[in-house]
């Protein structure tokens, strides 16, 4: 069986560097119910890494500048 571990960075919720990962951990976040908010997934501009926020986490980051909006869900 395969396990990952995903390195959390600060307020993230899980991080990859596959694109369709993040996606997928951003439907099963959404489909939990746990939460209605907002979702950013951004890019970080340092390493490639694709990082899966609540939106209010993001815009609460003190280097927001260090990544990309890629995609805002609803």
Do not use: C, W
Request: proline share 3%.
């Amino acid at each position: 069986m395969e396990e990952r571990i995903f390195f959390n960075q600060g307020n993230a919720l899980t991080s990859d560097v596959d694109l369709k990962a993040l996606y997928i951990a951003a439907q099963i976040e959404k489909d939990s119910g746990r939460d209605k908010e907002p979702l950013v997934i951004a890019k970080d501009k340092r390493n490639n890494q694709y990082v899966l926020f609540f939106k209010e986490d993001f815009h609460a980051l003190k280097n927001p500048d260090d990544y990309e909006i890629v995609e805002e869900l609803n």
